[in-house]
């Protein structure tokens, strides 16, 4: 059975939105885009994105991907080179209302009827399934019971504005905290899993 696994990046203040560059997500005019690019996760994420099988993206951070993971060369040095060529080759499942086809290589949309399409992934044999950013889709996953793990690098940074992974309205969740610890940038690294699993 595989496991949907919520990555992040999450300030103080809960606030998750553009984490990777100042265009990368301008939504509400939001005016601190980058703001992850200060601290260092000392390889966790690196070392984490190894055991992605897939990736389960909404729109909206499925085209930010593809426009970047999705053309950026696969022949890059280091990081980006390795996670360009994981990304490029291991399928990558988008939900969403508006499009009727995606691009990206390996991409395929899930239909209407998300939650059962989540269903129908967590129940094949495999590993990880990796989501990133999609806050609309991880309010939906948490309301279907369907968020396996919550991995949060919380940043000493107070941003007032923007969008946040758990806003209001999100659905009561139990989760048990089985790690946690600081990098020397003083990001906190917290993996919760569902009471009880």
Do not use: C
């Amino acid at each position: 059975m595989a496991s949907i696994v919520v990555q992040a990046f999450v300030t103080l203040d809960g606030v998750t939105q553009g984490p990777g560059g100042p265009e990368e997500d301008v939504a509400g005019d939001f005016p601190y885009g980058g703001w992850q690019f200060d601290y260092d996760d000392d390889g966790t994420v690196g070392e984490w994105e190894k055991n992605t099988e897939a990736l389960l993206l909404g729109r909206r951070t499925y085209e930010i991907f593809a426009a970047s993971w999705g053309v950026w060369s696969e022949d890059e040095e280091g990081f980006q080179g390795e996670l360009t060529r994981r990304y490029n080759r291991i399928p990558k499942y988008v939900a969403s209302r508006t499009l009727s086809e995606v691009g990206w290589k390996n991409s395929y949309l899930l239909g209407p009827d998300v939650p059962a399409a989540v269903d129908r992934l967590r129940a094949e044999p495999g590993g990880e399934i990796r989501v990133w950013g999609s806050t609309e889709l991880v309010r939906t996953l948490a309301e279907h019971d369907q968020v396996d793990e919550y991995r949060l690098l919380v940043h000493p940074l107070i941003l007032g504005t923007g969008k946040k992974l758990f806003g209001d309205g999100f659905p009561y969740s139990r989760m048990s905290l089985v790690e946690s610890r600081s990098t020397p940038a003083g990001v906190l690294v917290n993996v919760y899993r569902r009471a009880g699993d």
